[in-house]
């Protein structure tokens, strides 16, 4: 089974600093990991994916996330903040044939001025 | 390109009321799933389609949950009756037959039952 936890309900940093959002995946296959984003009263929207072809994937809005399997790891990083990037992110693995995506609770990321 | 479409944006509607949610999927996708989403429960998979078949309907709550997807283009979601506690945003995705394609979600139903 797979599953997702996203460690942080909440971040907080300032204008112009790094952003980290941590994943952590369980599967018992080869997974797939997403990263979404959600604006206020908008769906979600993907960041980026991770589907085995290179370790560190680069995404939309200057993020990035790099799969550690020793570490079962999907963390989202951007090495300076806007304050456009607040909003909610949600990490998402799919590990079996069932094509269902199972999402971590989220986390909100403030950006403070 | 024209994403996944959902209708209305907003609903208000009193208790016991039927409310119909409809979804337009992105053309060419053959998977459509409807979730909701609460601040007490996040993002709930209610039930998912392929080929306009529903595939796995275990995350619909009650008997009062309906979906379907009578073509490629069109699905709805119903509850009826409606209560209080289906109070959500209600969001569509759509995707492509394959484990490494991403879902893409609409803007989603706001509802709110008084």
């Known amino acids: 089974a797979q599953s997702v936890t996203q460690l942080g309900s909440h971040v907080s940093v300032s204008e112009g600093a790094l952003v980290l959002l941590r994943c952590n995946y369980s599967s018992s296959v080869p997974p797939y990991l997403f990263w979404y984003v959600q604006y206020p009263n908008q769906g979600l929207q993907l960041l980026l994916k991770y589907t085995s072809a290179a370790t560190l994937v680069k995404g939309i809005n200057g993020f990035e996330a790099e799969f550690k399997k020793s570490e079962t790891s999907f963390h989202l990083t951007k090495p300076s903040a806007h304050m456009s990037d607040a909003a909610e992110y949600f990490c998402a693995v799919r590990g079996d044939s069932s094509y269902k995506l199972i999402f971590g609770s989220g986390t909100r990321l403030l950006v403070r001025p | 390109d024209a994403g996944v479409i959902q209708s209305p944006r907003h609903e208000v509607t009193e208790m016991g009321q039927e409310v119909t949610l409809r979804c337009k999927p992105i053309?060419?996708?053959?998977?459509l799933f409807w979730y909701r989403q609460t601040m007490m429960r996040g993002l709930e998979l209610l039930i998912y389609?392929?080929?306009?078949?529903?595939?796995?309907d275990s995350g619909m709550p009650e008997d009062r949950f309906s979906a379907k997807m009578p073509n490629a283009s069109f699905s709805t979601l119903k509850i009826q009756p409606s209560e209080p506690r289906d109070s959500a945003v209600y969001f569509c995705?759509?995707?492509?037959?394959?484990?490494?394609?991403?879902?893409?979600f609409g803007d989603g139903t706001r509802l709110s039952i008084l």
């Open positions: 389609f392929n080929n306009n078949v529903p595939i796995d």
């Open positions: 053309s060419g996708h053959d998977y």
């Open positions: 995705a759509s995707g492509q037959g394959a484990s490494n394609q991403p879902q893409h």
